[in-house]
């Protein structure tokens, strides 16, 4: 079975751009997250989709944005690219969403470098 | 609100030596708890989960134990290989959260041969 993908794998934009990074999920999972990770911060969550509703979201400012389609994959998207804003970007995917026995499996992240 | 505190790195051994990385967590209630491990340029991988009081979780020669007098849930290998440099995060789920992880910062292992 395919893991969770991630596209693009790397992206450069400039301070000011938008940005919409991609994410798959192994066929089936129908909850997906999203989280950033830079070394100043660690790992923060973003938001959380299951069956194309929103279900949970991080501290974030509202640049940050995210969708579901009907097939489980998502996107979100960065409005208004700050230098900040570089980091990796992981997503991961589950069959429900809170299961006591439900485990969740990464994507290996998109890195955005924002100049 | 929740959060996890693990011992910061880079902790540095020898092949074979015995690795514990401590982690402690704040938390409402009974929250599951996790190891991940991450490898240089990829994303994370489950290494080993508990989700009640006094489970041990095991994997690949790694085990943990959910420890709810304490709030712990350390990590320990007997026997660590070259193989196992990487950084391993401590998280937790919360049982109202969804699926919401909360990460300790890190804790960045090297082995050397």
């Known amino acids: 079975k395919a893991g969770v993908t991630q596209t693009p794998r790397y992206l450069i934009k400039t301070r000011g751009q938008q940005v919409t990074l991609s994410c798959s999920p192994i066929s089936g999972h129908r909850s997906v997250s999203w989280y950033q990770q830079t070394p100043g911060q660690g790992l923060q969550f973003l938001f959380e989709y299951f069956s194309e509703t929103q279900r949970n979201k991080g501290n974030f400012p509202g640049r940050f944005s995210g969708r579901q389609f009907s097939n489980s994959r998502s996107e979100m998207n960065v409005s208004t690219l700050e230098l900040g804003d570089s980091a990796l970007y992981l997503c991961?995917?589950?069959?429900?969403?809170?299961?006591?026995?439900?485990?969740?499996?990464f994507g290996p992240g998109t890195r955005l470098t924002v100049l | 609100g929740n959060s996890v505190t693990q011992m910061e790195g880079p902790v540095t051994l020898s092949e074979e030596a015995f690795l514990t990385i401590n982690c402690t967590y704040t938390?409402?209630?009974?929250?599951?708890l996790f190891w991940y491990v991450q490898y240089p340029g990829e994303g994370l991988q489950l290494l080993l989960k508990?989700?009640?009081?006094?489970d041990k979780g095991s994997n690949k020669g790694f085990e943990a134990t959910y420890r709810k007098e304490t709030t712990s849930f350390h990590l320990e290998k007997g026997s660590v290989q070259v193989s196992d440099s990487a950084v391993y995060f401590c998280?937790?789920?919360?049982?109202?959260?969804?699926?919401?992880?909360?990460f300790g910062g890190g804790t960045r292992v090297l082995v050397k041969p």
């Open positions: 991961a995917s589950s069959l429900l969403v809170g299961g006591e026995t439900d485990t969740q499996y």
């Open positions: 508990a989700t009640k009081a006094d």
């Open positions: 938390a409402t209630g009974y929250p599951s």
């Open positions: 998280a937790l789920r919360g049982k109202a959260a969804g699926n919401k992880l909360t």
